[in-house]
């Protein structure tokens, strides 16, 4: 069964330091996204992607953080300069491209800032 | 703002019984809804999902109602099993186009089935 994968399942950076996570979408997905997951809260969007670029971003989504897909296949999250409150588990999604289709989500990047 | 809003926040039921699980929300007007499962510390996996069209979608002893009036969605466990011990998120896709969709989440109802 087709799956999203991310890497690493987890990371621990020093607060100021730049980090990147890694998805592998479903290989004939279309529409791709971030989210995150603070601990005990819930799941919360960061950015949709479609089409080599962003289709919309929430409010948590600033300058410290880009995507980009540089080679078809691979789409990843920067942090330029991480924040003790990035810690959070991020999780990527991809979807086929028709509507009412199911969001495949991957197993999640544990990100602990400190 | 786009709200769904879950309940009870906890619940421990005794293996082989069964539950349900409620979620309202405001999105409106919306596209989807879906249940999805999260064990701890992994990613949500889909259970099931639902337009606004559809009142009833089963998967398994999984049995999703949704009322598009009232805006509610019920989640049905039967039988529950040790391994239904997780937390089960409503989600909500409002309308847009194409795969332009952003979801709201709800915060999940953590299950905890005991022997």
């Known amino acids: 069964e087709p799956e999203v994968t991310q890497t690493p399942s987890h990371q621990v950076t020093q607060m100021g330091q730049e980090v990147i996570l890694r998805c592998v979408p479903i290989s004939n997905h279309l529409y791709f996204y971030w989210y995150r997951q603070i601990l005990g809260q819930k799941v919360e969007f960061l950015v949709s992607?479609?089409?080599?670029?962003?289709?919309?971003k929430s409010e948590i989504f600033d300058d410290q953080f880009s995507v980009e897909r540089p080679d078809g296949s691979n789409f990843t999250l920067k942090i330029r300069s991480t924040k003790l409150e990035d810690s959070a588990m991020y999780f990527c999604?991809?979807?086929?491209?028709?509507?009412?289709?199911?969001?495949?989500f991957g197993q999640g990047t544990r990100l602990t800032v400190v | 703002k786009n709200q769904v809003e879950q309940s009870p926040q906890s619940l421990i039921i005794l293996e082989g019984k069964n539950c349900t699980l409620q979620?309202?929300?405001?999105?409106?007007?919306?596209?989807?809804l879906r249940w999805y499962k999260q064990d701890t510390g992994r990613g949500p996996v889909s259970l099931t999902i639902?337009?606004?069209?559809?009142n009833t979608k089963s998967n398994g002893r999984y049995t999703a109602t949704l009322d598009a009036d009232t805006k509610q969605s019920s989640l049905h466990i039967t039988a529950s099993q040790l391994s239904d011990s997780a937390s089960y998120i409503c989600?909500?896709?409002?309308?847009?186009?194409?795969?332009?969709?952003?979801?709201?989440f709800g915060i999940g109802t953590k299950l905890q089935v005991i022997p």
């Open positions: 639902m337009t606004f069209s559809e």
């Open positions: 992607f479609y089409n080599n670029e962003i289709s919309e």
């Open positions: 979620c309202n929300y405001t999105v409106s007007p919306f596209s989807n």
């Open positions: 999604a991809s979807l086929p491209g028709q509507l009412n289709t199911e969001a495949f």
């Open positions: 989600v909500v896709t409002p309308k847009g186009s194409g795969g332009y969709q952003k979801v709201t």
